[in-house]
T-cell receptor, first 119, second 111 residues
Framework: GAVVSQHPSWVICKSGTSVKIECRSLDFQATTMFWYRQFPKQSLMLMATSNEGSKATYEQGVEKDKFLINHASLTLSTLTVTSAHPEDSSFYICSARDRLSYGYTGELFFGEGSRLTVL | GENVEQHPSTLSVQEGDSAVIKCTYS??????FPWYKQELGKGPQLIIDIRSNVGEKKDQRIAVTLNKTAKHFSLHITETQPEDSAVYFCAASKPGNQFYFGTGTSLTVIP
């Protein structure tokens, strides 16, 4: 299947700092990328939908000023957790859908996830 | 919106036995149903999927069945092996829409 690369795989930061997580589609172009947050032993919680060249669409309850999403190209989306606090500690996962699947329900491929720990 | 329910939440089977995980969905317009396997500390990996124009799909020890009338689909794993132990998620989607995930099933294969 297609490859989605996510970095870093884990990061530890101090409270108040900002952390950037990158999500790249390596062998396909993705007009849409999704960002999820996952708590231990729970399902994936969609945070936002990232569309190339336009503003991200955030799910209800997700602070857009807290979780900044940029999708500057067809292969890269970034999630920046601003002024991180311990309650932001979580597992963040991105996913991407092949651009060619527009109008067709294409496969969704996931990155390996990023474990964020805020001290 | 779509609502996907998944059962059971946990499942333990003896090595070599079969495992079945079931999901139901609410939106009759959903037409794509993937299954993902997530190992500890990793992102979900697509293992098999089925589209609404097909009733069953098989890939070696893994199979998925779809009943559009009843709006449910199931994952079947035969001859289970310890490396099949993971959390499995079902999902439902339609063109141009997000994916809706089930709550996950933690499968343990006992050697």
């Amino acid at each position: 299947g297609a490859v989605v690369s996510q970095h870093p795989s884990w990061v530890i930061c101090k409270s108040g700092t900002s952390v950037k997580i990158e999500c790249r589609s390596l062998d396909f172009q993705a007009t849409t990328m999704f960002w999820y947050r996952q708590f231990p032993k729970q399902s994936l919680m969609l945070m936002a939908t990232s569309n190339e060249g336009s503003k991200a669409t955030y799910e209800q309850g997700v602070e857009k000023d807290k979780f900044l999403i940029n999708h500057a190209s067809l292969t890269l989306s970034t999630l920046t957790v601003t002024s991180a606090h311990p309650e932001d500690s979580s597992f963040y996962i991105c996913s991407a859908r092949d651009r060619l699947s527009y109008g067709y329900t294409g496969e969704l491929f996931f990155g390996e996830g990023s474990r964020l720990t805020v001290l | 919106g779509e609502n996907v329910e998944q059962h059971p939440s946990t499942l333990s089977v003896q090595e070599g036995d079969s495992a079945v995980i079931k999901c139901t969905y609410s939106d009759s317009a959903s037409n794509y149903f993937p299954w993902y396997k997530q190992e500890l500390g990793k992102g979900p990996q697509l293992i098999i999927d089925i589209r609404s124009n097909v009733g069953e799909k098989k890939d070696q020890r893994i199979a998925v069945t779809l009943n559009k009338t009843a709006k449910h689909f199931s994952l079947h794993i035969t001859e289970t092996q310890p490396e099949d132990s993971a959390v499995y998620f079902c999902a439902a989607s339609k063109p141009g829409n997000q994916f809706y995930f089930g709550t996950g099933t933690s499968l343990t294969v006992i050697p």
